[in-house]
């Protein structure tokens, strides 16, 4: 007997195809897992899933994307650095809210971690739409901060790296690695910390 396809709206359609790829794709990494995992998965043909995405390439940019849009990013980290005028507050204020999002959903780092395994140009592009802008934003307020004198002479966009590094590392360590099953921590203890260590490097003695 003929197997059965569901008949849905193409828009819901690509929004359980997207939550299915999202899954597999973290699950099993890029090359693990095959298109026709996840029509059957979502219960359609293998030809409607590239009527919508022209190959895994497409479809995995597709589920990298929508997990970014669906973040705050670049504008949030905008608003963050002119909201606060202690600057401590600030930036645990920055890194809590990054903590807080990775733990709510792994995923997107998942795809980021497979996809700088298995499928290089995917990581690269998502590089240069989303983390490259992220980057300078913080790196053009350390660079003001140096003019300022209340920085030391050090080179902004390494200094960027380093603070977004500490924090990307404690998530990587705890929630993907499996720390949290040996230690626990308190998100905003942690931010506060990272702060402090990183800010008493960078701050230009007096």
Known sequence: MAREFKRIP??????????????????????GTTTRQIAE??????????????????????VIDQK??????????????????????????????????????PTLTRLLLFSGLEAHELSERFFQTYIAEYYETLATYIR????????????????ARSFLGMVFNHFLVQELFGGERYQKFDIETVSETLVDIWLNGILKRT
């Open 10 to 31: 193409s828009p819901e359609r690509r929004c359980q195809i997207l939550s299915v790829a999202a899954e597999l794709f973290a699950r099993q990494g890029f090359h």
């Open 41 to 62: 998965r979502v219960g359609v043909k293998e030809t409607i899933l590239f009527r919508l995405f022209p190959g895994k390439e497409e479809l995995y940019w597709a």
């Open 68 to 105: 970014c849009q669906d973040r705050p990013g670049r504008k949030l980290l905008e608003s963050q650095l002119t909201a606060e005028s202690n600057e401590r507050k600030m930036f645990a204020t920055i890194a809590t809210g990054i903590l807080q999002r990775n733990a709510q959903d």
């Open 144 to 159: 003001q901060r140096v003019r300022d004198g209340a920085f030391r002479k050090v080179d902004p966009l390494l200094a």
